[in-house]
């Protein structure tokens, strides 16, 4: 009992504290692949780069893939960690609906 | 009183002031990290008071593939949260504890006996945030935790990502997540970006 209310409270306060630590979430579609970098078109209507080395996860649909998979208009979710103002991908998830289907 | 017991006495007493003077300057807070004395005092009283019986106590597990991944998992649940997935303890909550929380992967944790590592995972650490986690003996987690210790300084990038499914979320990253799914899969888009 005593080890249950601990790790209830310690899940309790820790929120801020796991693994995706300093990560942004940037969601939207992608507008164009160069190089490294992911152009996204977030759902609030911004534009965001954010670069990608080979430590990035990539998956779609649960399955890994690579940055040739990524195309223009995939639905994308990137958590990605800012340094030296840039954005840069910790992991990447594609959608699996078909490129071209807008992001509401 | 020998002219011996009088120096002690004193030092004692000057210890004693010395310690006053420095809590009533930096009060009881904890943004400032102990220094390199009160770390070094703090240790050797930590191995002073563990029995030596326990200090030799051999792991009864032995490592495998299996045992290192449910280890991860665990330590991932119960663990990370302070400590990081990597043991490094540069975590929100390991960055403000008094003492941090220690990089594991180091030679301060690592020189431990196998024993002394379950000691302080099975019984927690007094004036530190490190609980006591066992409830009784045989404690086969605390020892599959010790094995996990010891895998830190080389884990891979490919099991600290296997560790994040493990790690505690809260009601708001759990309905945040399935948002982000539902929009991948084709639904409507998450009603805002989020920093974690």
């Not at chain 1, 960690?81 to 992001?103: M, R, V």
């Not at chain 2, 003492?99 to 530190?128: C, K, S």
């Not at chain 2, 708001?172 to 982000?180: F, L, P, Q, T």
């Amino acid at each position: 009992m005593k080890k249950l209310v601990s790790v209830t409270l310690l899940a309790f306060l820790c929120t801020i504290a796991f693994a995706h630590e300093g990560m942004e979430h940037v969601v939207g579609t992608v507008d164009s692949v160069s190089g490294n970098s992911i152009s996204v078109k977030t759902t609030a209507g911004e534009n965001k780069q954010v670069a990608v080395d080979n430590s990035t996860k990539i998956s779609r649909g649960g399955v890994a893939a690579s940055l040739s998979d990524v195309q223009v208009g995939d639905r994308i979710v990137i958590h990605a960690k800012s340094h030296d103002g840039t954005l840069h991908a910790a992991e990447i998830e594609l959608g699996k609906a078909k490129p071209g289907k807008a992001a509401k | 009183m020998s002219r011996t017991l009088k120096f002690w006495a004193v030092v004692l007493c000057l210890v004693a002031v010395g310690a006053v003077v420095l809590l009533k300057r930096a009060g009881s807070g904890t943004h400032e990290a102990p220094g390199a004395v009160e770390t070094a005092l703090a240790r050797r009283l930590r191995s002073w008071a563990m029995p030596s019986d326990a200090r030799r106590r051999p792991n009864p597990m032995q490592s495998s593939p299996e045992l290192q991944q449910e280890a991860a998992h665990h330590f991932a649940d119960h663990c990370a949260s302070c400590h990081g997935n990597d043991g490094s303890g540069n975590t929100a909550m390991g960055r403000r504890l008094y003492p941090r929380a220690p990089d594991m992967r180091q030679e301060a944790t690592q020189q431990l006996t196998d024993g002394e590592l379950y000691f302080i995972i099975h019984n927690g650490v007094r004036f530190t945030g490190m609980p006591g986690w066992g409830e009784s003996e045989p404690d086969e987690d605390s020892w599959k935790l010790v094995l996990f210790v010891r895998h830190l300084p080389s884990i891979t990038a490919d099991e600290l990502h296997d560790m994040e499914k493990f790690n505690p979320r809260s009601p708001a990253e759990i309905e945040e997540e399935k948002a982000e799914q539902d929009f991948l899969n084709g639904g409507d888009a998450p009603s805002a970006a989020h920093h974690h």
